[in-house]
């Protein structure tokens, strides 16, 4: 789980000072168009899609490639050609051989971990300019032999002998061939997140109607966002001998009646779990320029959000897996002395309609606060017309690892667009962890005062 609290620059609202820590910016972030697997991407490569993201960011932001201290990318599903995709997306979008790259997996918060070690090395002294980012690739994911198969296949490696390697040839049997495919599953209790999402909504007492109202909501608002040209994150990418992306080809806004038609996905027959109020399988990259306040002013930069707080809280992978925005946000508001009222914008991550519902629910519930967290009232409730206005996961798409900076991007834009000052991440993940990104000071105009006032104020 992972949320990330947001700000921009006003003469209203208090800043978040620490003394003597060094600010750290970001100065731009893009993506991909996201789109359903097995679609226009499918006969790429995750490092084609994080290639696509780094070149994009290079060209957005005109960073000298030469400057970039490190690279940090996120991957959930690895391709196992390419088991350090940072580093050949970054050889592949023309980065320095000389720049170090590396490659973490945090499940859905994979980027968001990039992103947090990057705030690291560069709040250690040891960069000043990171880029992180994260991709994801479900079109083609590794499809294995069984793990007899596999050890038959290992032993034939090994053999020396033709009598050795008949004998292991005549050993296989049918079920030898039977693949193991892959599955969006926790490993410690072999449940699958969907059969979690319809287990919590049920806990919660979250209707088939409120899954299927949020979903749509989130389809039309994103749909809104796209014909406004709100989702200036995206870049254009040239799939090779096909045709330019330009856009997401998942928003599709439908009807109640539509949705309804649907049958359960994953708790059959009686579940309220369905495709149309789930995330759908996505391909997609992103990827975010990160760098030390005075080197970004130094190049001429005028960043998009200063990163300060982040937290990350884990809970029962059984019974919480996806309860960790409830969990986290008071921590991460607590741990910045602000409240509720003080946040502008909501950006939380929506890998089930059920799962949004049941934690804005438990947000708002007393009993929940007082018996599941120890607290003495509830957190409270986002209000909706702050909340993921832009779309979400649902209707933009999730490619598993890129989540993160799409989430962060879209704050700090929010934010410069309703000229508000705090914004609030958040994202659960599997294994029961969530990312909660505290604080991005954002600037809707980077004047030379405003520089000033940051720097006495923060």
Not at 103 to 126: D, K, P
Not at 222 to 239: P, Y
Not at 268 to 284: E, M, R
Request: aromatic residues 6%.
């Amino acid at each position: 789980r992972f949320v990330f609290r947001m700000f921009v620059m006003t003469k209203t609202k208090k800043t978040l000072a620490k003394p003597n820590v060094k600010n750290i910016v970001l100065v731009d972030g893009v993506r991909t168009p996201f789109l359903l697997s097995g679609t226009s991407y499918s006969d790429l490569m995750p490092h084609d899609l994080g290639r696509g993201a780094l070149q994009g960011l290079l060209n957005r932001t005109g960073v000298p490639k030469e400057i970039v201290d490190h690279i940090i990318y996120g991957i959930v599903i690895q391709e196992v050609k390419t088991s350090n995709v940072a580093r050949e997306a970054a050889l592949g979008a023309g980065f320095s051989d000389k720049t170090p790259a590396h490659t973490v997996t945090m499940a859905c918060i994979s980027s968001n971990q990039a992103m947090t070690s990057a705030v690291g090395l560069i709040a250690a002294g040891q960069c000043d300019v990171v880029v992180a980012g994260g991709v994801e690739f479900m079109s083609d994911v590794p499809i294995r032999h069984s793990r007899k198969m596999r050890k038959t296949m290992l032993s034939l490696n090994k053999a020396k002998t033709l009598g050795q390697r008949l004998s292991l040839l005549g050993s296989i049997r049918m079920g030898h061939l039977m693949p193991e495919l892959p599955a969006v599953a926790e490993f410690s209790t072999a449940e699958s997140m969907g059969h979690s999402a319809d287990r919590l909504a049920a806990a919660f007492g979250v209707t088939r109607v409120e899954q299927d109202e949020y979903a749509l909501r989130s389809h039309r608002l994103a749909k809104k966002a796209q014909d406004e040209g709100l989702l200036s994150d995206i870049i254009s990418f040239q799939v090779p001998g096909k045709n330019i992306i330009s856009a997401d080809n998942g928003i599709r806004p439908t009807s109640m009646e539509q949705m309804g038609k649907l049958k359960p996905a994953f708790v059959k027959p009686h579940g309220t779990v369905t495709a149309a109020n789930s995330s759908f399988l996505t391909d997609g990259a992103s990827a975010v320029l990160i760098m030390s306040e005075e080197k970004a002013l130094a190049l001429g930069y005028k960043p998009k959000a200063y990163l300060r707080d982040f937290v990350y809280v884990s809970q029962d992978p059984k019974d919480q897996l996806l309860l960790g925005p409830t969990y986290a946000t008071p921590k991460v508001l607590e741990k910045s002395g602000l409240t509720m009222e003080d946040i502008d914008v909501f950006e939380f991550h929506e890998a089930f309609a059920g799962q949004i519902v049941a934690n804005l629910k438990a947000m708002d519930s007393d009993w929940f606060a007082q018996n599941c967290m120890g607290r003495k009232s509830k957190v409270g409730v986002p209000p909706m017309e702050k909340f993921n206005t832009w779309g979400g996961s649902l209707s933009l798409g999730h490619p598993f690892a890129a989540t993160g900076c799409r989430l962060v991007t879209t704050v700090a834009h929010r934010l410069q667009k309703e000229g508000g000052q705090y914004g609030v991440v958040a994202a659960c993940a599997a294994g029961g962890q969530v990312f909660l990104t505290c604080r991005l000071l954002i600037h809707a105009v980077y004047a030379v005062t405003a520089i000033r006032l940051s720097s006495a104020c923060l």
